[in-house]
């Protein structure tokens, strides 16, 4: 069973940094044919994808994100990370780290999701 955990601060001030890491058990970042995604959910709207990290460790983003996103990964302790600069409040959401199965493109196990708040 593999199993993701998100990380990091609820509240973040505007223009600063936000930082999370998601941890993973039951299986290896690395495993061939699975890439490992980070999606968000502001209130009361839907679902928005960031980026993701492929197994090789390429990385893609959200083409609306991408000048203020940057994703990596520890290996050694089978996390990955996300990093989003320059925030403000409409950053405000749950954020998700999910497991994506590269045939067919669908996400199979997600973490619980952590709230982030940017308000000074």
């Known amino acids: 069973q593999v199993q993701l955990q998100e990380s990091g601060p609820g509240l973040v001030k505007p223009s600063q940094t936000l930082s999370l890491t998601c941890t993973v058990s039951?299986?290896?970042?690395?495993?061939?044919?699975?890439?490992w995604a980070w999606i968000r959910q502001p209130p009361g709207k839907g679902l928005e994808w960031i980026g993701y990290l492929t197994y090789k460790g390429t990385t893609y983003g959200s083409p609306s994100l991408e000048s203020r996103t940057s994703i990596s990964r520890d290996t050694s302790n089978n996390q990955f990370s996300l990093q989003l600069s320059s925030v403000t409040p409409e950053d405000t959401a749950v954020y998700y780290c999910?497991?994506?199965?590269?045939?067919?493109?669908?996400?199979?196990?997600w973490g619980q999701g952590t709230q982030v708040t940017v308000s000074s």
């Open positions: 039951g299986g290896s970042i690395t495993t061939i044919n699975y890439s």
């Open positions: 999910a497991r994506v199965v590269l045939a067919g493109h669908f996400y199979d196990y």
